[in-house]
């Protein structure tokens, strides 16, 4: 069922245009989706004309003139940038033509571009970037991975909730369990402000919340959402990055340093690509805004075609089963409730 | 150079007494070091008939009638459990009748012994704990990993002073380099909190301080010490033993899945073995609390012999090397200079 075209941030990403174009020319001709690359046109044109793209019935180009760079504030996108690619992206989701936006670029900026073009959803007070992390069972949501540094209590919970809907949608089930990341189960462990947030999700009907889980629970596959703070997630997410490189790194020294080592690794090579792909953010990859009225997915910096490819397949999919909706019916009956 | 005897609480821990009594019957063989098993005595005594330790010249035992369990709250070794294995094995630290206490037993009552036995080290705000996490190149002393859930801006500047002295010594470089864990390295990264830390570590001419660092920056090596509040450093430190043991069931499930890959997984081994090694936290374990005055080092909970072992090692040497005392002497030397 073809929910409309994906609007690409064809500028976007240590790697654009030309990695954004070839993802794009991927998910038209791998998954049939019809993407818009948003950007300079010269470029993009240039790139499909490299890239020998003839069939360009899926493919179209929405020219904008202007660059956000990563080193940009993301009030840029407000104030400055108006005809930015990611703000001309998020606009035309906005105006109904496209059913998302996909970008590598400047997070902030991508952030700042869809709140400011899909509002935050009734009853919502902050926008949160979710993000599946792999672990042995399947995954487990976390959220906020870095939209939000300082947070306040209801913040958190609101997370919970909206993470709660999202987790049943992409990990299908139907009550995901939340936990609140501290560092101990017990309701006593955790810092001032998680102490605090711990009583009022528990105080919150709406959620399976099983309380405190620590680091390590995340990747156990015992909970499908963990709740934290963005400067806590964002560590979390960089540090689980960092210890899958440097695990994978020392093994391949190891593995090259013998003959038995290599032979070994020619034999093992089915099992190492099997564990790249379950870890690799290219495939797990691709982080989704909640909390607004449209769908944002943001992708890795470094991001190559596969991962764009994949992020514009997952834009498609999360329009198809109406994510956006759910969370935002879902928040609104919430704040319904606590008016009366 | 004998330093003098290392203190072990043989009742704290998973698997206490028995890897206990075992871990000091291997630092004792393997390393010559004289250990004073603290804890009920004959328990303790039954486990070395148990495992057939004569030689008893290097081991002795020094009975405690009480027991910390894992539930009890830190002030326990204060207000009730006086008598306790790790009270009575930290005051024979202070009484000079050993070098440095070992303990796998609840980590807050050891922090509390410690605190109460040794006292702070002149100048020094808060106790914290650091612990080496592996790298490609090495390892990263990372603190505070618990000590410490709600930090004010000079503890994690302190923090930075102390982590600078002691990767000084156990990474062997005159001036290592200093990170303030946050979520991106520009000097407008991080939260609210973080971003005063920032500032006032700039301040401080003693460390050679490279700004904001990220998670992923833990791994690659680049810098010696990163420097965070408790809450965080114990979720990395939890994540990364998360992610570590993740991608290594990832991996077995995926050799054991074929033929060529059992095949690859038996010629492989070697490197398996070496990187187990590498990320095995009985190895590279045993974090020290910084900032006593006294050789305080604290294993997991989950040790078994080998880590008490080289964790007694680790006491042995840090009491050799003279840790405590450096601390002191730079945290006093701050704290005058602050004064004039």
């Not at 590598?104 to 991508?110: E, H």
Request: proline fraction near 3%; aromatic fraction near 4%.
């Amino acid at each position: 069922m073809a929910v409309g075209p994906i609007a690409l941030d064809a500028m976007g990403g240590d790697f654009a245009p030309r990695e954004m174009v070839k993802g794009a020319i991927m998910a038209a001709s791998d998954f049939g989706i019809e993407v818009i690359l948003v950007g300079q046109e010269s470029k993009i044109e240039s790139q499909l004309d490299e890239l020998g793209w003839s069939g360009r019935d899926r493919i179209s180009i929405c020219h904008a003139p202007q660059v956000v760079e990563m080193s940009d504030a993301p009030s840029v996108v407000i104030r400055g940038k108006r005809q930015s690619s990611i703000r001309i992206a998020s606009h035309l989701v906005r105006s109904g033509e496209a059913a998302g936006v996909v970008s590598a670029g400047n997070t902030g900026a991508a952030m700042a571009a869809a709140r400011s073009e899909f509002r935050l959803a009734k009853g919502v007070q902050r926008a949160a970037i979710a993000q599946a992390l792999p672990n042995r069972k399947g995954g487990t949501v976390v959220l906020d991975i870095g939209a939000n540094v300082d947070c306040k209590m209801q913040h958190l919970v609101q997370f919970g909730v909206m993470g709660s809907v999202y987790a049943s949608i992409v990990l299908k089930k139907p009550k995901p369990k939340v936990g609140l990341l501290s560092i101990g189960s017990e309701d006593t462990k955790g810092n001032d402000f998680t102490r605090r947030v711990l009583s009022a999700m528990r105080e919150q009907p709406d959620i399976d919340f099983v309380g405190n889980i620590e680091g390590r629970d995340v990747f156990k596959g015992d909970v499908d959402v963990a709740v934290c703070d963005g400067f806590v997630g964002n560590i979390v997410l960089k540090i689980t990055e960092g210890v899958a490189e440097t695990v994978m790194g020392i093994l391949r020294d190891a593995l090259s340093s013998s003959i038995r080592g290599r032979a070994g690794a020619a034999l093992a090579r089915p099992a190492f690509a099997k564990l790249r792909k379950r870890m690799d953010s290219a495939e797990y990859g691709g982080a989704i805004l909640l909390g607004v009225n449209g769908v944002c997915i943001i992708c890795h910096g470094a991001s190559g075609a596969k991962a764009v490819s994949n992020a514009i397949k997952r834009a498609s999919d999360f329009a198809t089963s109406r994510i956006v909706e759910q969370i935002a019916e879902k928040m609104d009956a919430d704040s319904d409730k606590e008016k009366r």
